[in-house]
Every structure is written in structure tokens, then in C-alpha cells.
């Protein structure tokens, strides 16, 4: 190999091609940076986050970043169960066609391919276990501190509720008491003598 065959298996060194080699490698694997990667769809991701929001219904940016975490975590545990699937899946193919071929024989028993697979990949499957169950650990790690959050800020709005004074209560027309002209019961005088009879310069002319 030349020098100058050599200077050009060195990699990108312009800033815009790091840049994109480092974007390459978040975009792939479980751990993955970027929540949608190749090959999954984006608007199967964003309906699923809509309908977590809608469920949620976050009140500030706080419950709204948890919402978002619950979002990715439940997205990457979904990816998680397909690489399951698909190891198995992957193994039970190359089984069939070593079958067809005369190269080997293996059982065609579905639960013996299973035990054969996972015997034959346990390292790969320790390792699918162990992000699933760090996804896992983040998923309901937010959950449990969105129910907190949220279980605080309405037991603030229920207090907040209760200290506030109670309206007064205006008195209704008929709990008004009527002007001393408006009831003939009562004298001009307003004065009644202890025999129940009225007194007064009404009483005074009646009697002349």
C-alpha cells in the first residue's frame, strides 16, 4: 500500500465528515442517541409519544421532559423485543435451510430450536437482557417521578382552593325588612301601649 493510498484510508479529517461519521454511530445500536433510527418510523414514534401526552397531560416543561423519557424508553423497549425476535428467528431460518441443504441436522421441533439458539447466542442474549433491563430501570423511573410531581402540584391546587375567603352572601328582597309606611300593622308613631293599643296623634284624633 502506497503513502498516498494510506493518507486516504485514514478517514474523514475535514470537520463536517467527523461530524458525520460521529452521527453514523449514535443513530445505530440500542443505545442509541437518536430515538428513531434507520429502518423505523418516525411517525410511529410520534404517534405513540402523542398518545403518552395525551394521557399524561403534563403541566409545565418538567413533566413534559418526563413524558418524553417514558416516550423513548417504551420506543427503544419495543427495539429490544424485535432484535429478541429476530435472533431467534435469524437462527430457526439458517437451521432450516443447513436441513434442507444435507449440511446438518437439526431438530425441527420449534421449542428445540429455541433451546439451540439461545445456547448457541447466550452471550448476545446476556447482553439484549442487560439493555433491556437499563431501558427498563429509566422507563418506570419516570413514571414514578411524574406521579409524584403530578400528585404534589394538585394537592398545591387543592390547598391553594380551600384558603381562599368565601364569598359573602348578598340578602335576598324578601329578607329585607319593609319601611314602617309600607306596613299598616305598625302606628305612625312606631309606639304600641302595654294594653296593645296604639298611641300617638292618630290615636289622640280618633278619640276627640
Known amino acids: 500500500m502506497t503513502s498516498t493510498t494510506a493518507a486516504k484510508c485514514t478517514g474523514p479529517v475535514t470537520e463536517a465528515g467527523k461530524a458525520k461519521m460521529r452521527d453514523n454511530a449514535l443513530r445505530h445500536?440500542?443505545?442509541?442517541?437518536?430515538?428513531?433510527?434507520?429502518?423505523?418510523?418516525?411517525?410511529e414514534y410520534e404517534a405513540l409519544r402523542q398518545d403518552l401526552l395525551d394521557d399524561w397531560k403534563p403541566a409545565d416543561t418538567q413533566e413534559e421532559m418526563l413524558v418524553a423519557q417514558i416516550a423513548e424508553s417504551a420506543w427503544?423497549?419495543?427495539r429490544v423485543r424485535r432484535v429478541e425476535t429476530r435472533t431467534y428467528d435469524n437462527y430457526i431460518l439458517v437451521a432450516e435451510k443447513l436441513n434442507a441443504a444435507g449440511i446438518a441436522k437439526c431438530s425441527p421441533d420449534p421449542d428445540d430450536q429455541l433451546t439451540a439458539c439461545f445456547h448457541s447466542n447466550s452471550k448476545q442474549?446476556?447482553?439484549i437482557r442487560r439493555y433491556e433491563t437499563t431501558i427498563e430501570r429509566s422507563y418506570?423511573?419516570?413514571?414514578t417521578e411524574i406521579r409524584k410531581l403530578q400528585k404534589e402540584r394538585k394537592k398545591t391546587e387543592l390547598e391553594s382552593v380551600s384558603q381562599k375567603p368565601a364569598p359573602l352572601a348578598r340578602p335576598s328582597a324578601n329578607s329585607m325588612p319593609s319601611a314602617p309606611e309600607n306596613n299598616p300593622a305598625l302606628p305612625e308613631s312606631g309606639f304600641v301601649s302595654q294594653s296593645g293599643q296604639p298611641t300617638g296623634p292618630r290615636a289622640s284624633a280618633s278619640g276627640t
Open 29 to 43: 445500536g440500542l443505545t442509541s442517541k437518536h430515538v428513531v433510527i434507520k429502518g423505523e418510523d418516525p411517525e
Open 76 to 78: 427503544r423497549l419495543m
Open 125 to 127: 442474549f446476556d447482553n
Open 140 to 143: 418506570y423511573r419516570a413514571i
